[in-house]
């Protein structure tokens, strides 16, 4: 009560955590910096893997490490404050680190719609149009996709999150939330906020609607050129090669959905938070694991890469022996 006394004179935020008063903030943390470190260092092996592999160096790969890229900046944006809460008693963030929250979680959120929309076309390209993947897919049309991606999501970031931070903030600073997201700040405001939160709708309808058309457009022709190949490995490998993005997305965009399109209505503060937690903290976990587990190649070069470990260690020994 103090503490909220104090913050009304002031302009930071109270975030009050994925739960509100847990009993065992302790065991949260230990799961939720678990999750926070397989993630981190699941991208990050991606990203070596990606560099250091030379089979790797192929469009579909450059395209993969810039999503394991927007992850690990992703989970790194919310998580390691919801940490720091779960152990201080001051949940407190500023008002330039609420604005900083909001800017890159949105400008990653929609890099990410963008980008995983033009990897479908690139699996479109490689199935529908072999020959032609190597022009199609050349390096400057990949720095273009890559670009245009981060450029896309920022668009969104500079848009919405001036206006957002415009509102006046006079009453309660506790933001039911564990991080910045725009909903559960725009209900503290002390105006009216109902036509930009419908302008806001519209603009994420818009963005959803702009990758997930390329999606849709890209799998149609993946699926009706798979079902009039001849030869049963052709098909085998061609839903395998697409298999990987199909789930990362449904994933993604499935909690997307629920955030962005669905009505007020079928939201709580609860289910919001929940959600929100699948798609800040899990995704950029699952993602690299997918790629991983369910990718041959991705799978041989880690498996290349850990066999050089204890050979390389080996070599260092003799050398040393030999020297004394």
Known sequence: MIMEATLQNS???ILLGLITHPEFPGLIFAVVFSIFLVSVTANVVMILLIHVDSRL????????????????VYICVTVPKMLQDLLSKEKIISFFGCTLQIFLYLTLIGGEFFLLGLM???RYVAVCKPLRYPLLMN???????????WVGGSLDGFMLTPFTMSFPYCG???????????????????????LYETLMYACCVLMLLIPIS????????ILLTVHHMNSAEGRRKALATCSSHIMVVSIFYGAAFYTNVLPHSYHTP???KIVSAFYTILTPMLNPLIYSLRNKDVA??????????????KTRVVDMSRKY
């Open 11 to 13: 302009t930071d935020f």
């Open 57 to 72: 160096n192929t469009p579909m790969y450059f395209l993969l490490s810039q999503l394991s890229i927007m992850d690990t």
């Open 120 to 122: 479908a076309y690139d």
């Open 139 to 149: 390096r400057r049309i990949c720095l273009f996709m890559v670009v245009g991606s």
């Open 172 to 194: 309660s600073r506790e933001i039911n939330h564990f991080f910045c997201e725009i909903p559960a700040v725009l209900k503290l405001s002390c105006v009216d906020t109902s």
């Open 214 to 221: 390329v999606i849709s457009v890209s799998y149609t022709r």
């Open 270 to 272: 609860e289910k919001d």
């Open 300 to 313: 041989t070069a880690l498996r290349k890469v850990l066999s050089r470990c204890p050979s390389s260690q």
